[in-house]
């Protein structure tokens, strides 16, 4: 049963522009989520967080945007640089669980 | 301060060996997960220790998965009697607090490989 869930297998961008990374998640209980990004070889980094309190977080290059009504969050890279070429992964958790819910991944490839 | 460590980062495995995993936390951190990225799959979760504890084990495998943090030493995942299934990406993380809201540092994953 996946509870989070990335549909685009992979994303490409040309370099400067936007990149926009979907996730749709279906269990209501989930109040905090997070973005992690993977490059190969290594293991996820965290990138940005977002609460259920808030519809927007921004991190320089980096924004998450949450619609709680639709179960879905989004992360915006801009503009996008060809480092940004990796996996990214949306994760969701509740403040009583004791885990993160892993999408399955976006392979982002930004081209020069 | 060096991030959380995992050892070996490769391991091949007979079809019926045991296999045993190691993670070090990072420093200062007492809650350790571990997760398993299968083929073409996300991260998904096994099981939550803190030390001497293990806390939930909602995601391990019944039978020849165990694991274990003790009050000294790295925590270790191992498996018994592998099988050609078992072969995935296996990651730890940790964290100081060890609630929903923590950030998990990840360590750079043990790849298993069963023959």
């Known amino acids: 049963d996946q509870q989070v869930k990335q549909n685009s297998p992979s994303l490409s961008v040309q370099e400067g522009r936007i990149s926009i990374l979907n996730c749709d998640y279906t269990?209501?209980?989930?109040?905090?989520f997070l973005w992690y990004k993977k490059y190969p070889a290594e293991g996820p980094t965290f990138l940005i967080s977002?609460?259920?309190?808030?519809d927007k977080n921004e991190d320089g290059r980096f924004t998450v945007f949450l619609n709680k009504s639709a179960k879905h969050l989004s992360l915006h890279i801009v503009p996008s640089q060809p480092g940004d070429s990796a996996v990214y992964f949306c994760a969701a958790s509740y403040l009583t669980g004791n885990q993160f819910y892993f999408g399955t991944g976006t392979s982002l490839t930004v081209i020069p | 301060n060096a991030g959380v460590m995992q050892n070996p980062r490769h391991l091949v495995r007979r079809r019926g060996q045991e296999a045993r995993l190691r993670c070090s936390p990072m420093k200062g951190h007492s809650h350790v997960y571990w997760y398993r990225q299968l083929p073409e799959e996300g991260l998904k979760f096994m099981v939550y220790?803190?030390?001497?504890?293990?806390?939930?084990e909602s995601g391990m495998p019944k039978e020849r998965f165990s694991a274990e943090f003790p009050k000294e030493g790295p925590s270790i995942l191992r498996i018994q009697q592998v099988v050609r299934g078992d072969s995935a990406a296996y990651f730890c993380?940790?964290?100081?607090?060890?609630?929903?809201?923590?950030?998990?540092?990840f360590g750079p994953g043990t790849r298993l490989t069963v023959t």
């Open positions: 220790l803190q030390k001497e504890n293990i806390i939930d």
């Open positions: 269990n209501s209980m989930f109040d905090y």
């Open positions: 993380a940790s964290s100081p607090i060890g609630q929903g809201r923590d950030e998990q540092y």
């Open positions: 977002i609460s259920s309190i808030k």
